[in-house]
């Protein structure tokens, strides 16, 4: 039975998925708008519906960390230095803070990097705490919310719990201060601790040139069933393969290196994103959270993303459909990801093929420069915009104190 599903998987990539598939390309006339209101939500226009105050910070917090490192312009937690530069020449920006709905602090906790490029989150604590503490003090507008109406890109591992193992992260949970904030992170999983209710979710930031760059023409045939690139074990930290990725990537490896169906390995190519765009579905071992840039490829590429991800909370995922474009598989399942992949319809694929191809969900998982409208700067603004207006509950009697600042590890309460 395996072996003529294989059989017509086969087929099914070399015939009729790859001409139908390849159509899905083209953006002016095979693609299917979102229905509903996810579609409306996903092109909204947030100019006219927020105000953002952005504060003047010293440079120490933004201009001179990334002065001091520039590789943190082209890293997956980059939207945390784009967002800044997006707000400040965006229409929603006010510079009469009476007038703001929303309080953004640009400061770039993610852009401590180690020699080989990996950011170190170990002082974005202190360095938070001493930006709240000096908005606190030079403005009346923290105060009054405690932060309710303050939001923070905080684009790490597992967000504003500010360290890259989830068993350390969980026991430090968020950062104390920023427990009212709104927090813009890359980190979503339900029932999680570094996860506060009302977060917004956002994709990783993945350079739109360099995919650019790599666009290969529309009809090119899907000749690639099942693809994927990346390591499978963390090798120094976890050779056995159970803590990476919760241990789902060294599942899809043990299961299917062999498999013919599956195009998988840990080299990654000269020819990386013109082979996403050969392949009918991009595995998306995602783990804990979605920022890998493997997500957003998938969807700019056109390739069906298979997200393995128990208790997922995926990017803008009040406005993107990613149940209709793309396949969930349990953690659980993935030794039956073939049998899985095999069974969906050949017309269920054509359908999310097109709904990958509207250039509005592209658009939506992108940090472009310049910005462009229904990108993924404004669908943050968007997710603000719906939080709006603030709860009255939000605002503190004169005297009340929610938040406890000597809360959390000593070392976080050492002077930045």
Not at 93 to 104: G, I, S, V
Not at 117 to 124: A, C, E, N, R, T
Not at 271 to 281: H, I, L, N
Not at 306 to 315: C, K
């Amino acid at each position: 039975m395996r072996i003529s599903m294989w059989v017509f998987a086969l087929l099914l990539v070399s015939g009729f998925v790859c001409r139908v598939g390849a159509k899905g390309l083209d953006h002016s006339l095979h693609t299917e708008r979102i229905s509903g209101s996810a579609g409306d939500v996903l092109e909204d226009n947030p100019v006219g519906k927020l105000k953002v105050y952005i504060y003047e910070l010293p440079s120490k917090y933004n201009k001179k960390i990334l002065q001091k490192d520039p590789r943190c312009l082209t890293h997956m937690f980059a939207a945390e230095i784009f967002m800044h530069r997006f707000l400040l020449s965006s229409p929603v920006r006010t510079l009469n803070p009476e007038e703001a709905d929303w309080f953004y602090t640009p400061i770039y906790p993610t852009c401590d990097l180690t020699p080989t490029g990996l950011p170190l989150p170990f002082k974005s604590p202190r360095m938070m705490r001493s930006a709240i503490q000096l908005i606190s003090s030079n403005w009346p507008y923290w105060n009054r919310t405690e932060g309710a109406d303050h939001f923070f890109v905080v684009p790490h591992d597992f967000g504003a719990c500010f360290h890259y193992q989830e068993e350390k992260a969980i026991e430090r949970g968020i950062l104390p201060l920023l427990q009212r904030a709104t927090l813009v992170q890359t980190f979503g999983q339900r029932n999680h601790v570094c996860l506060n209710e009302g977060s917004i979710t956002i994709p990783p930031y993945a350079p739109p040139q360099k995919m650019q760059a790599h666009l290969i023409p529309q009809d090119t045939p899907r000749s690639i069933f099942v693809y994927f690139r990346g390591l499978f074990f963390d090798v120094n930290n976890d050779p056995e393969g159970g803590y990476y990725a919760r241990g789902a990537r060294a599942a899809v490896w043990e299961n299917f290196k062999d498999n013919p169906l599956f195009d998988i390995s840990t080299d990654h190519p000269v020819t990386y994103y013109e082979d996403m765009q050969r392949a009918v579905f991009c595995l998306c071992p995602l783990g804990w959270a979605p920022w890998s840039p493997r997500l957003v490829e998938a969807v700019i590429f056109g390739c069906i993303p298979v997200i393995i991800a128990d208790d997922i909370v995926l990017p803008f995922a009040d406005a993107i459909p990613w149940e209709q474009i793309g396949v969930f598989v349990a953690e659980e399942d993935v030794p039956n990801l073939d049998t899985i992949l095999t069974s969906i319809p050949p017309e269920v694929i054509l359908r999310k093929q097109r709904l990958l191809a509207n250039p509005s969900m592209k658009q939506a998982m992108l940090f472009p420069q310049p910005a462009q409208p229904g990108d993924a700067f404004h669908q943050i603004l968007n997710g603000l915009a719906r939080k709006l207006p603030h709860d009255k509950n939000v605002f503190l009697k004169p005297g009340e104190k929610i938040l406890n600042w000597t809360a959390g590890p000593v070392g976080d309460l050492k002077p930045w």
